[in-house]
């Protein structure tokens, strides 16, 4: 029988909340602590999902010697903190996305993991969805031949609240690292990083970003055309163009995959699964762990950098400013 992991909660938000409903589907996950920076917060979501062991301070959960996982679940802006934190405790770190705020932030955060030999992934969940892996086999396939563009939105409408996350510019605010940041990893899972990279940002009064489009060139002729918004609404789709047809698909559905290959269309069924998807990132961190690992090979830190380093050169291009972190 696989070992049996005892995970913690680092910050006890919206993303947590569903992250542990999924994490119960798992029964090698054992679901053991929760910490919050408020004690009642810590008890309220233990209660509530079946956490043995509630914390009032992250410190102190670190410090319980019996916590092997910890799910960093708080705002960007305290990834780079939170996560150090962790592996200087020698606990794994599955740590959500954006991993950081910047590149340099994410090079001190596998600097810790290698020097404290201990496991860190950004808990980036759509590579391990059946839907991406369906897509992937038919790009890896060449069927279609070669990939020439990449069109990807990500927008919903959120209303402005300068003291939220999304519009804080202090909790690294802005729709590009909270939605853009997903866009962009379907076009550097698929073609690598581009030479080129244009931009037209809207930046309200409070410097934060809350519209984008980008335009990324590659050395092999391919293009990606990437949007985010907090200002309104599409259907969240991406189209991978290639010589001989297209794949569509809509990132928040689990309807079948459209295929069209010279000119037919056909629909393609991916595997269907028992939670929302973060199972399936917890499942693959508690099987690196099994293998002692330090890092996943499904996804390696280094992926996680080139995707920071695309982010910092969209926000150079952008002139997005975080001002405690640039
Ligand atoms: N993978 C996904 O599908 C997905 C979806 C949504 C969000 N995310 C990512 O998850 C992270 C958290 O997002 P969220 O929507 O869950 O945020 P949230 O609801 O605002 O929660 C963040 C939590 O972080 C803690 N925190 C610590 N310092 C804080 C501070 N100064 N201000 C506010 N909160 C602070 C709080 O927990 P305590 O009060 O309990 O300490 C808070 O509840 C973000 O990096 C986001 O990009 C990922």
Redesign the pocket.
């Known amino acids: 029988m696989a070992e049996k992991y005892n995970w913690a909660i680092?910050?006890?938000?919206?993303?947590?909340k569903?992250f542990s409903t999924d994490l119960k589907l798992l029964p090698n996950a054992n679901l053991y602590a929760a910490?919050?920076?408020?004690l009642k917060?810590?008890k309220d979501?233990a209660n509530e999902f079946g956490y043995e062991k509630a914390y009032g301070s992250?410190h102190e959960m670190v410090n319980d010697p019996d916590v092997d996982i910890v799910y960093i679940?708080?705002?960007?802006s305290?990834?780079l903190e939170h996560t150090l934190l962790c592996l200087d405790h020698k606990k794994a770190v599955l740590c959500?996305?954006?991993f950081a705020i910047n590149s340099k932030e994410v090079k001190q955060m596998i600097k810790a993991s290698k020097e404290n030999n201990t496991f860190l992934m950004e808990?980036?969940?759509t590579i391990f969805q059946p839907q991406f892996l369906k897509i992937s086999e038919i790009v890896k396939s060449k069927e279609l031949g070669e990939l020439k563009f990449v069109k990807s939105d990500f927008m919903f409408n959120a209303d402005f609240d300068p003291n939220?996350?999304l519009y804080?510019i202090?909790?690294?605010a802005g729709s590009l690292?909270?939605i853009g940041i997903y866009p962009i990893f379907t076009s550097l899972y698929f073609l690598g990083k581009p030479n080129e990279i244009k931009t037209i940002a809207n930046i309200r009064s409070t410097g934060v970003e809350d519209s984008i489009a980008m335009l990324f060139n590659y050395d092999n002729g391919a293009i990606a055309v990437l949007t985010s918004s907090f200002e309104s609404s599409c259907k969240n789709e991406t189209e991978l163009c290639f010589e001989k047809g297209f794949i569509k698909v809509d990132r928040n559905s689990v309807d079948p995959i459209l295929m069209n290959k010279n000119g037919n269309d056909q629909l393609l069924d991916f595997d269907a699964i028992l939670g929302r998807g973060?199972e399936l990132e917890a499942s693959h961190v508690m099987e690196c762990l099994d293998n002692n690992l330090i890092e996943s090979p499904i996804l390696p830190n280094s992926f996680s950098l080139d995707l920071m380093e695309i982010l910092d050169a969209v926000r150079k291009e952008a002139n997005i400013i975080f001002p405690n972190h640039d």
Request: with cysteine; aromatic share 16%; proline share 3%.
């Open positions: 680092l910050g006890c938000g919206k993303i947590a569903k910490s919050s920076r408020s917060n810590a979501f992250y679940a708080t705002p960007h305290f990834h959500e996305k954006a808990a980036f969940w939220k996350r804080n202090d909790l690294g690292l909270d973060y």
